[in-house]
């Protein structure tokens, strides 16, 4: 062993031999460690302990700590690098990155399959992969070494998160030699496509970080949690800073490149033995399929194992496996004719459902909620669905005591499907909405115009605490950190009835509140676990820093434009597209205050009902008052509406999907508005016009169906300008 101590007699006196002995050391670490990586990530067959491992590490970390002018980019010790900068850089791709087409069950696989062999005109034969549910990544190695990693993107151009990918383990920072195959040109510049993703044990270990930072913040406030591995991969990978990327456990899968060629691969099954080979991890449950039949059975054992794996998928790919019938079968604008991606159905899971409960909203509608036994679905246990209103209770004709059939929608929301008749117990007695408000016992009544049950009393501590919560909301006045907790102890006290006497308050008042904070059972013994759940209750005050943050908060929101005060107050109806329409029409709340019905509904989107609710709110004497004293507060009650556009958008709605290059969706939804357009997120026969980026999925051929026009970017961008929609074909 040589001296890694830099400033010691030796090294200063006999630097050069020292030095040279080093180097030399330092290869063997590096190459050591890199086969040690290959072994564990790429075929999973470790031979050394983690322990063992962490120590070569160590000694090369010291080693490069002594002799800093050894290091080498691609050393194993150098994967964490510094902060990004404020943005990522744009960067094109060498080759498309395409998406896929879907098959939405076996019968579309079928037609798939059918389809292909008839434009070949031969069986074929197909490799078979999991589709991960992460985020697609393509890596560009230059003379084997990582030069690049982009995001997808468009498709076209994706955006530079090396910095981000070079913290990933398991994603080789220089390629090995390919054994069994030609890979003379890979050592010029190659690009290697897959997927990042985060494991659910990382996921799950998140999550709970998050929660726990959170309830640190002691006001009450719900955590900012990933909905699922797939967010948390990207977002993860989107950090301006590496260390954080790196403190996320994320992992790959890759499974192709743009130009297999490269490599002397005859097709994908080939192909993913020479990326194992030459460093990648590639998924081991794969297939190779010489029948039909063998593809079915791939897809219908993957749903059955699905929840087995330690990582999320949400389908199956099939690819054809030759280069040459790829090459022959070619690609339409979106996607390879030469693979189709199997989605699985959604996941469908039975509970018992132990009560219906009812909660008070903002606006006195009661809604029901469904609350069942705990049940894992598509990847998180869910125990609570809302039920939206009796009439859907009715229609599914679901009864306390019934065992439900329980799914996610879009894979995220839990929504009960129905309930299975033959378990029914016989003495399940169909659900009622209650006479009495649950929260204030004054009378419901039934809305004459809508589906909707209602309790009407104007001092329904339910719905103070609900109108209070939605006007410092992420939409409305923005008051990060007035958490539910907080508010509820600010009523208590007696120091808030409405929203205006949030301005009212001083720090010392905010200190002195009681709040609490949540230890997660997680980090606590079994027993404690046992006895309190999910987390344990530990009173504080709020304290001076928390209180005066607050407090800053709170007269930061005075700043807020009209058209958010409008839908903060919470009136019937006025959801935060109306609030703007309504602010845009008339400038200040003493207009809107005058309008009359007519005036209200020649605002195109205004309708009669909405009409009736505002001139309804302003007829009601604690309304006008709680105006005054938010005049009095200072805060935002007009807006100058002097350089509006005209509104010759108005009257149609758009819907955005895909990605467009040169807006993000809200610049371009925002651009629309000024015109009077409406933006919605899905697609009906109501929809005017469907504005189709690159990728663009479900969307687009939804709108086809309906026969609702498509506009591409381009005309897009012409409607920007002018506000008129260009004659389309
Ligand atoms: P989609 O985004 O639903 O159109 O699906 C296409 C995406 O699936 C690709 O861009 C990849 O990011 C992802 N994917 C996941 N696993 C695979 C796989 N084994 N082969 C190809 N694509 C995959």
Same mark, same amino acid.
């Given at each position: 062993?040589?001296?890694?101590d830099?400033?010691s007699e030796t ?7 020292d030095?040279a002995?080093?180097?030399q050391?330092?290869q063997i670490?590096r ?15 470790p ?13 090369l970390?010291?080693l490069?700590?002594?002799f ?10 150098q ?5 990004i900068?404020?943005?990522f850089?744009s960067v094109e ?7 896929l087409?879907?098959a939405?069950?076996?019968?579309e696989?079928?037609?798939w ?7 070949i005109?031969?069986p074929?034969?197909? +490799? ?7 985020t ?7 003379d084997?070494?990582?030069?690049? $990693? ?8 994706g955006?530079d #998160?090396?910095?981000n #990918? ?5 994603v080789?920072?220089r390629l ?9 040109t890979y ?5 290697i496509?897959?997927?990042?993703y985060?494991?659910?044990s &990382? ?6 970080q998050?929660?726990?930072?959170s309830a640190?913040?002691?006001d009450? =406030?719900?955590?900012?949690l990933?909905?699922n591995?797939r967010?948390?991969a990207?977002?993860?990978?989107r ?9 996320r456990?994320l992992?790959?899968f890759m499974?192709?490149l743009a130009?297999p060629?490269?490599t ?8 993913l033995?020479?990326? *194992? ?8 449950n794969i ?6 039949q063998e593809?079915?059975t ?11 794996l330690p990582?999320?998928i949400?389908g199956v790919?099939?690819k ?5 019938l790829?090459r022959?079968?070619?690609?339409? $604008? ?7 991606a ?6 469908e899971?039975t509970?018992?459902?132990?009560s219906?409960?009812v ?5 006195g509608?009661?809604?029901p909620?469904?609350?069942f ?14 039920l939206?209103n ?6 599914k004709?679901v ?7 329980v799914?996610?929608a ?8 129905g309930h ?6 016989l003495?399940a007695?169909?659900w009622q ?6 929260s204030?016992?004054s009378v ?6 809508s589906?909707?049950?209602r309790?009407? &009393?104007?001092?329904c501590?339910a719905?103070?605490l609900?109108?209070l919560e939605h006007?410092?909301?992420r939409?409305?006045m923005?008051i990060?950190?007035?958490?539910p *907790?907080?508010?509820?102890n600010?009523?208590e006290?007696?120091l808030?009835?409405d929203v205006?006497?949030?301005y009212?308050l001083?720090?010392e008042q ?6 609490g ?8 013994g ?11 209750q530990?009173?504080?005050l709020?304290g001076?820093?928390?209180a005066s ?5 709170i007269q930061?929101s005075k700043?807020q434009p009209?058209? *958010?005060v ?8 006025v959801?935060k597209?109306?609030?703007e329409?309504i ?18 509904? =020649? ?8 009409? *009736?609710?505002i001139?309804e709110?302003?007829q009601?004497?604690?309304n006008i ?11 935002q ?5 002097s ?7 108005a009257g149609?709605?758009f819907?955005?999907?895909?990605t467009?290059?040169k807006y ?8 629309l ?6 933006a &919605? ?5 109501? +929809? ?8 663009a999925g479900?969307k ?13 970017? #381009?005309?897009?961008d ?6 008129? #929609?260009?004659?389309?074909s």
């Amino acid at each position: 062993m040589f001296n890694t101590d830099a400033d010691s007699e030796t090294s200063t006196t006999n630097g050069s031999g020292d030095c040279a002995a080093a180097a030399q050391r330092a290869q063997i670490l590096r190459d050591e460690i890199d086969r040690h990586s290959y072994l564990y990530y790429a075929l999973d067959e470790p031979v050394i302990s983690d322990a063992a491992f962490d120590s070569l590490m160590q000694e090369l970390r010291d080693l490069e700590r002594a002799f800093p002018n050894l290091i080498v980019p691609e050393s194993p010790t150098q994967r964490v690098g510094g902060y990004i900068g404020a943005t990522f850089e744009s960067v094109e791709h060498a080759e498309k990155m395409y998406s896929l087409d879907n098959a939405m069950d076996l019968a579309e696989l079928d037609a798939w399959l059918k389809r292909t062999r008839q434009t070949i005109g031969q069986p074929l034969t197909y +490799t078979c992969e999991l589709k991960i549910d992460g985020t697609s990544i393509a890596l560009t190695y230059e003379d084997g070494l990582l030069a690049r $990693a982009a995001t997808r993107g468009s498709g076209i151009t994706g955006e530079d #998160v090396t910095a981000n #990918v070079r913290t990933i383990r398991d994603v080789p920072l220089r390629l090995r030699q390919s054994v069994s195959h030609d890979d003379a040109t890979y050592r010029e510049r190659i690009e290697i496509r897959g997927e990042v993703y985060m494991p659910k044990s &990382s996921f799950d270990r998140l999550n709970a970080q998050i929660e726990m930072e959170s309830a640190k913040k002691a006001d009450g =406030s719900q955590p900012r949690l990933f909905a699922n591995p797939r967010n948390a991969a990207s977002g993860s990978l989107r950090q301006k800073d590496p260390r954080i990327t790196a403190s996320r456990d994320l992992a790959t899968f890759m499974y192709a490149l743009a130009n297999p060629s490269d490599t002397g691969t005859a097709g994908q099954w080939q192909l993913l033995e020479w990326l *194992r080979q030459v460093g990648f991890h590639v998924n081991p449950n794969i297939a190779y399929c010489s029948t039909e039949q063998e593809v079915r059975t791939f897809c219908e054992q993957a749903i059955s194992t699905r929840n087995d794996l330690p990582y999320d998928i949400d389908g199956v790919v099939v690819k054809v496996d030759s280069f040459a019938l790829q090459r022959q079968l070619g690609y339409t $604008a979106k996607a390879p004719r030469w693979a189709i991606a199997y989605k699985f159905p959604p996941e469908e899971k039975t509970s018992v459902l132990r009560s219906i409960v009812v909660q008070v909203g903002r606006t006195g509608v009661l809604t029901p909620v469904a609350e069942f036994d705990p049940v894992l679905v598509a990847g998180s246990t869910v125990a609570r669905a809302t039920l939206h209103n009796l009439d859907e209770v009715r229609r599914k004709d679901v009864r306390v005591g019934d065992t439900v059939v329980v799914r996610k929608a879009g894979d995220v929301i839990p929504e009960i499907v129905g309930h299975i008749e033959a378990l029914r117990p016989l003495d399940a007695d169909e659900w009622q909405m209650p006479k009495k408000c649950p929260s204030c016992g004054s009378v419901v009544f039934k809305d004459f115009d809508s589906v909707a049950y209602r309790c009407v &009393s104007a001092e329904c501590p339910a719905q103070r605490l609900e109108r209070l919560e939605h006007w410092v909301s992420r939409s409305a006045m923005d008051i990060d950190g007035l958490g539910p *907790r907080i508010i509820e102890n600010l009523v208590e006290a007696g120091l808030v009835r409405d929203v205006a006497d949030f301005y009212a308050l001083t720090i010392e008042q905010l200190s002195s509140l009681e709040t609490g904070q949540l230890k997660y059972a997680r980090q606590m013994g079994p027993q404690r676990r046992e006895e309190i759940g999910d987390y344990e209750q530990v009173p504080e005050l709020v304290g001076d820093l928390v209180a005066s943050k607050l407090y800053d908060q709170i007269q930061v929101s005075k700043r807020q434009p009209y058209s *958010r005060v409008l839908f903060g107050l919470g009136i019937r109806n006025v959801g935060k597209t109306v609030a703007e329409l309504i602010a845009n029409n008339f400038s200040s709340i003493d207009d809107l205050r005058q309008a009359s019905e007519e005036q209200l509904t =020649s605002v195109e989107g205004v309708g009669p009902v909405i009409a *009736r609710t505002i001139i309804e709110f302003f007829q009601t004497s604690d309304n006008i008052e709680l105006i005054e004293e938010l005049r009095q507060a200072g805060l935002q009650l007009e807006q100058d509406n002097s350089g509006r556009k005209p509104q010759t958008l108005a009257g149609l709605t758009f819907v955005l999907t895909g990605t467009l290059e040169k807006y993000s969706r809200d610049q371009a939804e925002a651009l629309l508005k000024q015109y009077g357009a409406r933006a &919605s997120g899905s697609v009906s026969a109501k +929809t005017s016009y469907v504005v189709a980026g690159d990728n663009a999925g479900s969307k687009l051929t939804k709108a086809r169906e309906l026969g609702v026009p498509t506009l591409d970017e #381009v005309q897009l961008d012409a409607i920007i300008a002018s506000g008129e #929609v260009p004659q389309i074909s």
